[in-house]
């Protein structure tokens, strides 16, 4: 069976005009899918409003205890709901849940940060029956702790580690941006080495950086298709980044990229030593940087 996992942040979550083109991306593939989103932005306003404030540790936000309860009411209430009902509105079924029911995603704590955990197993038992059902699961990042507590986990991380656990075949991270910007133009590909280099002399740096090297980890463990990409995709106007696990050569885009132009399904698995997840559901580490609230 084919799965395709997104992970949707950035205008494709936030603008509901592009509730429609999402419902058709996700209409538009093969076998089925899962949908993990983000909402930083949403949580911040509400944090804001509240007076708590947010410290920044390497690109993650320390969450205490109060701030924990904005995120999961924000993450797994307004903004998991709003997305699950734009959907079903636009012609596909679907059911929001959060990592934490089913136990779906199990995260270990983060040293320093308070509430703030990476994904550590995956039980995916419940996206299954979600499917069986003939829905398609609507995923917020909000995971179970060791003690069986909300914990924020970066929305990005649990995409991967649901991807892994679900043998996923295509995993799709929707954001601000089409694609990851090299020299001045969005790459339609961009090579494991190339990507390193590139985080290390600061081109690709922020959440960018941390999407880029969580994408990494997907190819590496093996998913065929791992794309970086935003709302040039949605509207068929370009597909995204590849990323490349290692091998072939980054490329730049063409002149007449446009809706014929989403990663080829053919000839793309690539291998090599993996250090994320694994694909029985195990999250064996998290990588450095980004905003744990899933942005």
Same mark, same amino acid.
């Given at each position: 069976m084919?799965? !395709? $996992?997104?992970?949707?942040?950035?205008?494709?979550?936030?603008?509901? /005009?592009? %509730?429609?083109?999402?419902?058709?991306e996700v209409r538009r593939g093969d076998g089925e899918a899962v949908l993990v989103h983000g909402g930083g932005r949403a949580v911040e306003r509400l944090l804001d409003t509240l007076g708590i404030e947010s410290r920044f540790v390497e690109g993650r936000r320390e969450t205490s205890t109060e701030a924990m309860a904005v995120v999961e009411m924000v993450l797994s209430g307004s903004v998991n709901k709003q997305l699950a009902a734009g959907l079903a509105?636009?012609?596909v079924p679907a059911v929001g849940i959060s990592g934490r029911d089913g136990g779906l995603v199990r995260a270990r704590l983060v040293p320093g940060l308070g509430r703030v955990g990476a994904p550590e !197993? $995956?039980?995916?038992?419940?996206?299954?029956?979600?499917?069986?059902? /003939?829905? %398609?699961?609507?995923?917020?990042?909000?995971?179970?702790?060791p003690a069986g507590e909300a914990v924020n986990v970066n929305a990005d991380e649990a995409a991967l580690a649901i991807a892994c656990a679900l043998g996923a075949r295509t995993l799709v991270y929707l954001s601000d941006v089409d694609g990851v910007r090299v020299g001045g133009e969005t790459a339609r590909t961009l090579a494991a080495d190339e990507a390193r280099r590139r985080i290390?002399?600061?081109?690709?740096?922020?959440?960018m950086a941390?999407?880029?090297?969580?994408a990494l980890e997907a190819s590496a463990a093996g998913?065929?298709?791992?794309?970086?990409?935003?709302?040039?995709?949605?509207?068929?106007?370009?597909?995204?980044?590849?990323?490349?696990?290692?091998?072939?050569?980054?490329?730049?885009?063409s002149r007449d990229d446009g809706p014929s132009a989403r990663p080829s399904r053919d000839g793309q698995r690539e291998t090599g030593p993996s250090s994320g997840p694994s694909r029985n559901g195990q999250s064996?580490?998290?990588?450095p940087g980004g905003d744990s609230s899933g942005a």
């Open positions: 084919s799965v !395709r $996992v997104y992970k949707v942040g950035g205008p494709a979550l936030e603008d509901p /005009g592009l %509730v429609g083109p999402l419902a058709a509105a636009a012609g !197993r $995956v039980d995916p038992a419940l996206v299954r029956h979600i499917w069986a059902a /003939g829905y %398609v699961p609507v995923v917020s990042p909000v995971a179970s702790g290390e002399d600061g081109t690709i740096a922020g959440g941390l999407k880029v090297r969580v998913i065929p298709e791992v794309v970086i990409a935003g709302v040039a995709r949605l509207r068929a106007e370009f597909a995204g980044t590849r990323i490349l696990a290692r091998g072939e050569p980054s490329s730049k885009p064996p580490r998290n990588p």
